[in-house]
Structures are given as structure tokens and as C-alpha cells.
């Protein structure tokens, strides 16, 4: 007897348990089901979760008391670009463009506050006869006629749905079985890293709470930019959580892949420099290490999020609002979630229950999604921007008078870089991660002495101090081809992997032919210390999946 | 379906638990009791049933009236009731004494259709209360059980048992006594029911903490067995002389031997079959 | 003492397939030890009666008599062929009472192997003759030793006559019991049973004895015979904790992957161990020969994120001891480290640390052993 549900979500991340929450309400039987053990486990951001004034669809729509109830870090109430030229830095206040549409912001972990917000869930869809569970690994959509009429999954017997909702993630494995989009190109992607670490005098050494001129408890992001990186199109972030801090490297895959430098290497090199130096301090404690693969809303959003009996919403759907220094995921998913829940709901009422992802779709291109994601101005400027002819202005510029002259206008510096309008705008050239910042960190940044020394954990150690439930004998992502020009990249793009690490996934390893002939040298994959993060999709010839339900890497901060 | 699990209380032996004398043996007046290890899965096993296939289960315990803690403990995973066996005329019982005890106590609640118990207790470690419990009710008993199917309409179950490099499956009829394995694992492959085993479980832990006063206890006139049948005087072994075995060090020195002199090549291998044939 | 009549030890002989199992023998020859022993001091002439049940079992019954049986006791029956509980419970105590033919009740001692199937035995067979078992034993002595009991010798120190004493580890291994079965004064405890630890008891085979064996007829009814066995496979999953003993292979089989694998296997094999190995064999993409291929397996990881093992003697060969790898064994009882460098991490949690080349070390140990183990008890 296949068993059926209303609705069955796919992904226990902010978007599927916005749109679990939203269905519940409304006494819809919704089904959610996570792949990890534990809710949270395998969710990673950076991050802050905002509210927008342009949409009601933000998480108090859900739950209004959540500012107090949920397990949140800090508002952010601090804004700032740290421009970084060798050992100058230069501190520039993007508060407008935090606040522009902002009606609050917090930073948060999701080891924490996922399964808060799944518990919730799980009461409320509870009383519609579904619930939230763990442990359970969806494999592929059901498709009958060209329709999506359930899921199957590696643990339980085919489940049926009116709806299906994939909000599995930046790797999901839905809407690639569906068809909705495959993996895509690296120049589609993101990848970040980061680090929690917990700081003696946080507050002091950030600048942030009554001490130093701010609210209690308050919070600060401060984003990194300039010459550190090598010339690999990103940059930096460092957010504060209560008694933690987040800080990572975010870098466009192709431009990693280019240079070569490994991403742990690249964060290592935001975490020694004197700026964060100082605030980490000699003693400081790295609590954990994670990457994940962020999706370039600009590129890779999907512009028809659905099809019949099934709807995709945030990373699932490329929903990352990807704009300069704006880097905003989890309450686009959440908007969405809630919109496609509504949607159902609509449809059911009307009793077409069939037209419940249309009307997703309809809402979707209504709302303020598209424009947040594929912003009109970037087509016009941004894009031509990133052309030969784009980039060889760009150069001119900054090699002429021109460039300083802008470098050394504060005023203009900081108009410029808070402008909501030229974030959006912005061209995803070196111009706006390096060059400009780097220029503007030379001519009127001032030297930071290095206070600290802020030794940093070799990627072995990172590694060492995950937990992973291993699926022992069933590698969940398998080499199709282990030569060196389809597989190599992996070796440096992965975020554990490293030419210099025994403990990583991918290596390069000389194999003696036992017939006697020369040693060649192939790729080898061990996915026991996988992160999950999709990078090696994209980056070598694998057949990728997500482990089993409850298998693999255990993120506790996330 | 009406389902009894059989749970003991046991030092815990746990390293980290487990408490020593100043001679390194085991200190038991120490050491805490904890429900035994093995008792965790026969009520996963009894729970699955109930998830499956609705119904009660009870909980019977042995012991001196301090063991109610221990009822409380193994409810807390799960159970719907449960009672404890406590009397003078029923202590020092060895198995077989046991086995008397406790199959008077499962025809007293009466209607059971399945017993489940764990492999053994980490303290005797016989192994021998379940079958010879199954044996004083006239009940089948299947050890070693790794998974468990019923077929309520036919009144009949399916285990899998997993028994030196083989795995069995037999069947037989209720109402029978189900040993479980260390290996036994539920499965639920419904959504429906892993749900039901979620509100179950956390229903179990909300409901455990309460139930410490409302556990009957059963004396010796409560169970109507033969006086000569249980407790010390039911007992056909005694312990004569207990030997304490200090624990090992955790810290070793390892003797160096050079593989190159064949005496210490033979010296090694003189140690590795003494400590093969060791206990 | 005993108000009926109770005289033999009887034993029953596990089957592997054909044969005997190991410690079927041992426990006949230990059987003949004690009762040689029992008979000398006792002046008596009690026998060792050994019982095989199965079916087409000729060839293992004959086995028994190699051990020192008196009689054997064969029964044979098609429901027999697999060890089914009930059916051999009732089959096995029909045989050993007087109703059977005997002269006397029930047999005076009974000896069970500690494995699954015959500690199982030893339960039932125990209800079912009301009396008392002393499980996975690995010492036996008959005495007669000065007992004060509230009941059985009504409070008084009394000496009882022949009683079987048997030694067991008790309480998860912290203390060693020495349990008795004695009769009540109202009540018969017999016969005094305990199932016996494999490897605990030499074998010590004999010739030229006189005995026999018996084939009586056996009678099951169908409810004896209510629980079937409907399949039976071999299994698929790799479980290295139910072995007693563990060899593990670790990257210093580097120079000749091959080689170091056979040497593992064939160690393993004469152990009667697990092979296991270290993350590093797994993941430093060895190319072995076909032969060996099926043991460079995942499945076999000891380790952090592999199996944990607690065997008796674990032997690690050209194993570092990385921290990953020591949380995967070292609860072992006895670690034997061989390894090149006098200067590893697993020299300190090794009780014996043999340096050398495991090419070279390995077979000289293994010849080792093999002469250990000839030598006599």
C-alpha cells in the first residue's frame, strides 16, 4: 500500500520548513523529510537571515514572536567593508546598502536554529496527520505522464503527493531528476568556506555592544575585500554570533579553479591577516570548519521554478540574491517557500489542486524574487561589464589618473560601495572584489600592526574534528573518470582536499602497473571526510549523490 | 496486541562508569545500576510491534524495591505500564528460579502474545532467563532475533536470526518469546509509522519521569508460584567463590622484541597463544 | 544426598556440517579427563556418553568415539538436520532419562558448548530437567567441598560428595565465579550442567578404547516441532567484532600490497582471526593481484569511522597507530605490534612491540605459533 501525502517538502532547510510551516497552518497534510540525522546537520550559511520591507513572505509572517522565541544570534547592526591592500586596511560603512529593504536582520547558526524551527514545524503539521522526519534520503521524483506524483527515497517504501516541494538544497537532487536544471558551469557557482571560532573579548575586539558605542547584544558583519585573495574573484565575511564568531571566504568556482590556490589556503589568508589577526588573538579556538556551494542567483535562478507537481524553492532553485557584497539565501527560500504553500493551498480551495505549481509560478514572478535575483541593471551594465571590451575599460580606468583620484574619494568611495544600485549593477569582475578595494586600502587606508600571531589549523586537523556517520562500503559520489585532465581540479577545489593533506577526499596517486610498465598518475577519491558541498559535481567526472539517510559529515554549528 | 519486555538492572559497566577498588577490582556497591544494555533493543523490538501493530506493552522487572527505577528507565525508551517483582522469598534466585518468577508474572497480566527480552545481562551473562522462561510458559522462543515480522491475522511470526556466519529465517506461532540480538534492528519503511514511533518515543520520555509511583510491585503470595520454585530456595546453583579479576591496565608497556633473533620471535608467539586460550 | 539415582557425564557434541566442531572435541577429551579422574577417586565406573543429533551424522558419531565416548548416543532424524531448539531439547532429554533405558533418572553432570546454539540448549535443556546450568565455563574439577547453605544443607556445614565445580568469568569479565548445582533436601537438582568456552580444554585424542554407539529411535510431536526454519543463507555483512581474535594490515605492506595481504590472510586464518585493515590500505589505491583483491575492502576499515574491535589478541602489521586507528582497537586485551620503525605512535598502547620487516617477521611467527601450539598441555 503506497502510503500518500497533500504535501511532501524535501529538505528540512529554512525554505522547506517555511513552506511546511505555512501548509500546516492551513491544515494541509505535509510530509517533511531530511536526509540528515538531526535537522540542521548538514546546513550550512554564512550567515544572516533578513526581514524585507518588500515582502510580508519573511519569517515573522510565520512566527512574529520569533525575535524572542528563536534561537538567533545577533542583529546586525553594524555594516562594513574592510578594504585590504597588503597590510593597509580601510574601513568603509555600508549601512545603506544593509538597510535598504532591511526590516531586521540576525546572524545565526543552523545547528541551532534549524531545529528549532523544525520542531515547530513538526507540532503544527503534526495536527494535519504529517510531521517532519529525519534519517530518510530522497532519491528521485515519481513522474507519470509528465507529472511529478511522489518520491521515492532510500529508506521508505514510494510515497505519493498532490505537491511535491524540493527545497533539497544547492545539490539537490530533485530537480536535477526532474529535469528542472542540471549541475550547470562553475562560473554559475559560488563556494564558501568557513569557520565558528570562539574569541576571548569578542565584543571589544569587533566593536560591537554598549562598550563600544552600540545596543546589548548587538552584532556587526564585516566583509573583506581586496588584494589577500590572489587575484580569485571574492571575498571575505565575519559575522558575530553570541559567543562566536562566523568567518569565511566566498569565491566564484570558475575563478577558483583558475588560480588553483586551495579554498582553506584562501581562508587562511583572511584569517592571518592583521585585521582579523587581531581580533582572533593568539589564543583563540576554531570549533569547526564547513563549505558549502552557493548558487549565483544572477545566472543560474531558474525562471520557471516548476513543473507539473513539483515546485523548487531556494538553493534547489538557484534563489540566492548574489549582488557585490549582498550575498542573501535563506529568506528568498523562505519567501518562496511560503508563496508555494500559498499556492497549493489556492489550488486546493479551487479545487484544481493540479494547478498548485503554476500558480507557484504565477507568484513567483509577481513577487520581488525576480528582481532580486536577475536585477535589470546587471544585465545592462553588469554583464557587458564582465565583457573582454567590459574588462579592458575597466582596466583603463584604474590604471589611469582616474582610479586613485576615485581611491582617495572617502565620500565617493563609500557612496559608491553602499549603493544599493551599483551592487546590483556591479560586474563579477576582479574590478569590485580586488582591484577597486585594493586601490582604495593604498591611498587612504592606514597600516594595521599585527597584535596577534593566529596560528591557523592545518586542513588535517579541520578535518579531524568533524564527526561523520560513515556509510562504510557505500561511497555516495564515485569517479567516472580518474585521469588527471577530467578529475584533477577536484584536487584543489574541494574544500578537503589538498595537495599536501593524506586525509583529504581527492589526491593524485602514482599507481605502479602491476604488468611492469611506467607509474601514471590518476585521481583517487575517498568521500569518508566528504563535506557534501557539491563542488566536485562541477569540478570533476563523478556520479554524484547524497549519502544515505543519517550517513556522513555531522555539522554542529553549521 | 498485548507485549511484555523482561528488564533487569545491572552494574554499569561502562568505561568511565564503572567504578574500581584501590586493588583495581570492581567496586559494586559503587558502581551505579543502570537498565541492561541489551534490554535497549528487546524495547525497541516491543515498540516497533506496538508501531506496527498497535496494542500495550508491559514491563516486568525483578529485584529489590529500588529496581522500580529501572522500570522507569526502560519506559522512558518505551512502555505503557509496567511492574516490578519484589520480595524476600524472591531473592537470590539464579535462572532457572527466575525463569518461575517471571513466567508467573507474564500469566498473571494475562493475554500476552509476545515476550521480548535481550540477549543477556552484563552481569550473569548466562544468556538462559529468556529461554527458560519461554520454557516455563510453553512458548516457543527464537533467539538471536535480528529482525521480527507477526502476522496478526494467522497469529503467526517471522524472524530472521543471525547465528555464527548464517542468517535463519523461521516461523512459528503465538504467543512466543522473542530474544534479540545486539544487531536487531527496527524497520520502518512507512512514513506513517516512523511518525507514529516518533510521537510514541517522545510520549515515553515525557510520561517516564511521572511513572516512578504508579508501578505495582508483585510479591511472592501476589504470583502464586510453589514456594519451593523461586528465590534462593528455588535455586539449583550457588556461587561458591567469587574471584575478583582486576582490570587491565589502561596504559601499556610494550615488551620489545627484535624480529631479527628467532627467540623473540618465538617469545611472541609463546604470548599470543597463551593469551588466545585465555579467558 | 539425592533421592533418585544419578550416574554419567554426558556431552553434548556440537556438529559443524559433518564433523565435529572443535570444541565438541575438546569438551569429550575433557569430559574423559575428569570422568578417568571421577572414577579413580570415586572408585566408581561411570561413564562419558556423548549425543550427536542431526541427520545422515554417522561420520561425526564415529568422531566421538575418537575422543574417549563410551557411548554415543546418535540421534538421527530428517527434522534433526538443523539445530532447531525444541525439537533437540525435547529429542536430547528424551534420550538422557530413564524412561530412555537408562539406570538411573537423569545423568549426573552435562556438559554444553558456549555457542550460540548450544548455550541455548543448555537453557532449555535445564528447564526441562528442573535443573541448574553454569554458563561459558573454562575450568571443571569434581570435589567434594564443605557447604554451608540455608537450604541445601539447612544451615549447617556439610561436605557434598562429587559435586562438579565450574569456573566462569562473571560480571562483564571483572570477577571469576566458581559455580555448583546441589541438590535441595525436598528437591533433586540434576544432572549438574555447564556450558563450556571454546579453546578453554585441550583435545586429546584416543585409540584403542572400547565403546559404542547407539542410535534410539526419536519420536517428536508436532507441537515439539511448531517453530521452522524457513531459509538460510550465508551471511553478506562483514562483522570483524565476532571474532575472538584480529589481524590488521596498514600501509607498511606498501612494497608489495600482494604479498602483504597473503600473509595477512594466512596469519588470520591460522588465528582464526579477523582481517582487518587500516584507512591507509584503503585509500592508498593499491593494485593487488585477483587473488587478494576480495579482502582489500572497505568493510574491513578498523578505525574511527570503521568497525571497533575488542578481540583477545589483536596483531597489527606495519600499522603507524594514528589516532583513528587506536580509537578502532585499542579495548583490545593484547596488541602485538610489528612494524620497521622502533619510534610509532602504536608503540604505546602495544603490549609487545616486535621490530622488524613484516615480510620477514610475519612468517617466522607464523611457523612460531604453529610449534607453540603442537607442543603438549
Redesign the interface.
Known amino acids: 500500500m503506497t502510503e500518500k501525502y497533500e504535501a511532501v517538502v524535501v529538505g528540512a532547510g529554512p525554505a522547506g520548513l517555511a513552506a511546511a510551516a505555512e501548509l500546516a497552518k492551513n491544515g494541509v497534510q505535509t510530509l517533511v523529510l531530511e536526509r540528515a540525522k538531526k535537522v540542521g546537520a548538514k546546513n550550512v550559511t554564512g550567515g544572516i537571515l533578513y526581514g524585507q520591507t518588500n515582502t510580508q513572505h519573511n519569517l515573522d509572517h510565520l512566527y512574529p514572536d520569533f525575535h524572542k522565541e528563536a534561537p538567533i544570534e545577533r542583529p546586525i547592526r553594524k555594516y562594513d567593508m574592510i578594504a585590504l591592500s597588503g597590510d593597509k586596511a580601510k574601513r568603509i560603512d555600508l549601512t545603506r546598502l544593509h538597510e535598504h529593504e532591511t526590516k531586521w536582520s540576525y546572524s545565526l547558526l543552523r545547528g541551532k536554529f534549524d531545529p528549532w524551527f523544525a520542531e515547530k514545524v513538526h507540532k503544527d503539521a503534526r495536527k494535519a496527520g504529517g510531521g517532519v522526519l529525519t534519517d530518510v534520503h530522497v532519491t528521485d521524483p515519481i513522474i507519470e505522464n509528465g507529472r511529478v506524483v511522489g518520491v521515492k527515497t532510500n529508506e521508505l517504501d514510494d510515497i505519493r503527493a498532490d505537491l511535491v516541494i524540493a527545497a533539497d538544497g544547492a545539490t539537490s537532487e530533485l530537480v536535477r531528476k526532474s529535469g528542472l536544471r542540471g549541475w550547470g558551469r562553475p562560473d554559475q557557482w559560488f563556494q564558501g568556506v568557513k569557520v565558528v571560532v570562539k574569541v576571548k573579548d569578542m565584543e571589544r575586539r569587533v566593536g560591537v555592544g554598549p562598550g563600544n558605542g552600540g545596543l546589548d547584544n548587538d552584532g556587526a558583519a564585516l566583509l573583506y575585500a581586496g588584494d589577500i585573495f590572489g587575484g580569485v574573484r571574492g571575498g571575505g565575511f565575519l559575522y558575530t554570533n553570541k559567543e562566536t564568531l562566523s568567518i569565511g571566504t566566498v569565491f566564484h568556482l570558475d575563478s577558483l579553479a583558475e588560480h588553483q590556490i586551495e579554498p582553506h589556503q584562501l581562508l587562511d589568508r583572511l584569517l592571518r591577516h592583521p585585521t582579523v589577526a587581531n581580533i582572533l588573538g593568539d589564543d583563540y579556538e576554531e570549533l569547526e570548519y564547513s563549505a558549502k556551494l552557493i548558487p549565483d542567483g544572477k545566472k543560474q535562478s531558474l525562471k520557471t521554478p516548476y513543473m507539473d507537481g513539483l515546485v523548487a524553492i531556494g538553493d534547489a532553485a538557484g534563489q540566492l540574491q548574489a549582488q557585490g557584497p549582498v550575498i542573501k539565501g535563506m529568506n528568498l527560500g523562505i519567501s518562496a517557500g511560503i508563496m508555494a504553500a500559498q499556492a497549493f493551498v489556492e489550488a486546493k480551495a479551487a479545487g484544481d489542486i493540479n494547478s498548485a505549481a503554476k500558480r507557484y509560478g504565477a507568484a513567483f514572478n509577481a513577487s520581488y524574487l525576480p528582481a532580486a535575483l536577475r536585477p535589470t541593471r546587471y544585465s545592462l551594465i553588469g554583464r557587458p561589464g564582465e565583457s573582454f571590451i567590459g574588462r579592458a575599460f575597466a582596466r583603463a580606468f584604474i590604471a589611469s589618473s582616474f582610479g586613485p583620484m576615485l581611491a582617495r574619494n572617502e565620500k565617493r568611495i563609500q557612496s559608491l560601495f553602499s549603493s544599493p544600485f551599483w551592487a546590483g549593477a556591479m560586474p563579477d569582475t576582479d574590478l569590485g572584489y580586488s582591484t577597486l578595494p585594493a586601490m582604495v586600502a593604498e591611498h587612504s587606508g592606514d597600516h594595521v600592526d599585527r597584535l596577534a600571531k593566529a596560528t591557523t589549523k592545518s586542513l588535517d586537523d579541520r578535518i ?1 574534528a568533524l564527526k ?1 556517520d ?1 556509510d ?2 557505500r ?1 555516495h559520489i564515485v569517479l567516472t573518470d580518474h585521469s588527471v585532465a577530467a578529475s584533477g581540479a577536484a584536487t584543489h577545489t574541494c574544500p578537503v582536499s589538498s595537495r599536501d593533506s ?1 586525509r583529504g577526499c581527492y589526491s593524485i ?1 602514482e ?4 604488468s611492469g610498465g611506467p607509474a601514471i598518475k ?1 585521481v ?1 577519491l ?1 568521500t ?1 571526510p566528504c563535506v557534501e558541498c557539491g563542488t566536485c559535481a562541477l569540478m570533476a567526472a563523478t556520479k554524484w549523490e547524497h549519502p544515505s539517510g543519517g550517513k556522513g559529515v555531522i555539522y554542529e554549528f553549521g | 496486541m498485548k507485549f511484555v519486555v523482561l528488564v533487569k538492572g545491572v ?1 554499569d ?1 561502562r ?1 568511565g562508569h ?1 567504578k574500581f577498588k584501590e586493588d583495581n ?2 567496586d ?1 556497591g559503587q558502581t551505579p545500576t543502570v537498565l541492561n544494555p541489551n534490554d535497549h533493543l528487546a524495547l525497541q523490538a516491543a515498540l516497533e510491534s506496538k508501531v506496527k501493530h498497535g496494542g500495550d506493552v508491559h514491563l516486568i522487572s525483578m529485584g529489590p524495591p529500588n529496581y522500580k527505577r529501572i522500570i522507569t528507565e526502560a519506559m522512558s525508551i518505551y512502555g505503557d505500564a509496567g511492574v516490578l517483582c519484589s520480595d524476600i522469598k524472591l531473592g537470590g534466585a ?3 528460579a527466575t ?1 518461575y518468577t517471571l513466567a508467573a508474572a507474564i500469566n498473571k497480566i494475562g493475554g500476552i502474545d509476545i515476550v521480548f527480552a535481550g540477549f543477556k545481562s ?11 522462561v ?3 510458559l510453553g512458548w ?5 532475533v535480528t529482525r521480527l515480522t507477526i502476522d496478526e491475522a494467522n497469529r503467526t511470526f ?1 524472524a530472521e536470526r ?12 503465538l504467543p512466543a518469546v522473542i530474544i534479540t540480538d545486539p ?1 536487531f534492528r527496527p524497520v520502518y519503511t512507512k512514513a506513517s509509522h516512523r511518525l507514529k514511533h516518533r510521537d510514541l518515543s517522545e510520549d515515553a520520555k515525557a510520561r517516564a519521569e511521572t511513572s516512578l509511583d504508579a508501578i505495582p510491585v508483585w510479591g511472592f503470595n501476589d504470583l502464586g508460584c510453589a514456594e ?1 520454585t523461586v528465590g ?2 528455588g ?11 582486576p ?2 591496565p589502561s ?2 608497556t ?7 633473533k ?1 627467540n ?3 617469545e ?6 597463551q ?5 | 544426598m539425592s533421592k533418585g539415582t544419578y550416574r554419567d557425564m554426558w556431552v553434548y557434541a556440537e556438529r559443524k556440517g559433518e564433523d565435529l566442531s572443535p570444541v565438541a572435541k575438546e569438551m569429550v577429551s575433557e569430559a574423559r579427563r575428569l570422568m578417568d579422574k571421577y572414577n579413580l577417586d570415586y572408585k566408581a565406573n561411570e561413564r562419558v556418553i556423548v549425543a550427536v543429533l542431526g541427520h545422515k551424522i554417522d561420520k561425526a558419531a564415529k568422531q566421538a568415539l575418537e575422543y574417549g565416548a563410551d557411548i554415543v548416543i546418535q540421534l538421527d532424524d530428517p527434522e534433526l538436520e538443523y539445530f532447531r ?2 525439537a533437540y531439547t525435547h529429542a536430547l532429554y528424551g534420550a538422557s532419562i530413564r524412561a530412555a533405558g537408562w539406570d538411573y533418572d537423569k545423568p549426573r553432570y552435562f556438559l554444553f558448548p558456549a ?3 548450544g ?2 540448549l ?3 535443556y ?3 530437567a ?7 565455563c ?1 575450568k571443571l574439577y569434581i570435589e567434594d ?1 564443605p ?1 554451608k ?4 544443607t539447612g544451615g549447617n556445614e556439610l561436605v557434598l560428595e562429587r559435586i562438579l ?1 565450574m569456573k566462569r ?14 541438590d ?1 533436601p ?2 533433586d ?1 540434576h544432572p549438574q550442567t555447564c556450558s563450556v ?1 571454546p ?2 580444554f585441550k583435545v586429546t585424542p584416543i585409540t584403542g578404547r572400547k565403546s559404542e554407539i547407539k542410535k534410539p529411535a526419536v519420536r517428536l510431536t508436532s507441537k515439539q516441532l ?10 553478506q555483512k562483514l ?1 570483524l567484532t565476532r571474532y ?2 584480529i589481524v590488521a594490515l596498514g600501509r607498511g605492506i606498501n612494497d608489495d600490497p600482494t604479498k602483504g595481504f597473503q600473509l595477512g590472510v594466512e596469519l588470520a586464518r591460522q ?1 582464526d582471526a579477523g582481517l582487518g585493515l587500516s ?2 590500505v ?4 593499491y ?1 593487488v ?1 585477483a587473488s587478494v583483491k576480495q579482502y582489500l ?3 574491513r ?1 578498523i578505525g574511527e ?3 571497533t574491535v575488542k578481540p ?2 589483536y ?1 597489527a602489521l606495519g600499522i603507524s597507530g594514528a ?2 586507528h587506536k580509537k578502532g582497537m585499542d ?1 583490545s ?6 612494524n620497521k620503525d ?1 619510534e610509532t605512535p602504536i ?11 613484516i615480510f ?2 610475519v612468517p ?2 607464523a611457523a ?2 604453529e ?3 603442537g607442543k603438549k598441555p
Open positions: 579531524a561523520y560513515t562504510i562500503g561511497p593524506s596517486v599507481q605502479k602497473s602491476p590518476v583517487a575517498d569518508q | 552494574p559497566f568505561h564503572v577490582t570492581l559494586r539464579d535462572t532457572l525463569a552484563a552481569d550473569g551473562e548466562t544468556g538462559q532467563t529468556g529461554p527458560q519461554a520454557w516455563k516457543p522462543v527464537v533467539t538471536h517471522t543471525f547465528v555464527y556466519d548464517e542468517v535463519e529465517e523461521v516461523t512459528g506461532p544487531g519451593d534462593l530456595r535455586s539449583p546453583t550457588i556461587v561458591r567463590v567469587v574471584e575478583p579479576i582490570k587491565a596504559e601499556r610494550a615488551l620489545l622484541l627484535d624480529g631479527t628467532d623473540d620471535i618465538y611472541a608467539a609463546r604470548v599470543i597463544v593469551k588466545m586460550g585465555a579467558s | 531448539l525444541e555457542t550460540h546454539n548455550r541455548d543448555s537453557a532449555t535445564c528447564a526441562e528442573e535443573t541448574g546450568c553454569a554458563s561459558d573454562n567441598p557447604i547453605h540455608r537450604f541445601k565445580h568469568p562473571d560480571f562483564s569479565g571483572f570477577e571469576w565465579s566458581t559455580i555448583l548445582c546441589i535441595n525436598d528437591k537438582f568456552i579453546g578453554s511448531r517453530v521452522k526454519t524457513t531459509s538460510r543463507k550465508p551471511v562483522d575472538d581474535n588465528l584507512r591507509g584503503i585509500t592508498a589505491s593494485d593481484d575492502d572497505e568493510v576499515q569511522t570503521g568497525q583477545k589478541v596483531v589516532i583513528q579495548q586485551s593484547f596488541i602485538v605490534t610489528v622502533p608503540r604505546e598502547f602495544s603490549d609487545v612491540y616486535i621490530v622488524g620487516d620477514e617477521v617466522k611467527l612460531a605459533i610449534a607453540t601450539r
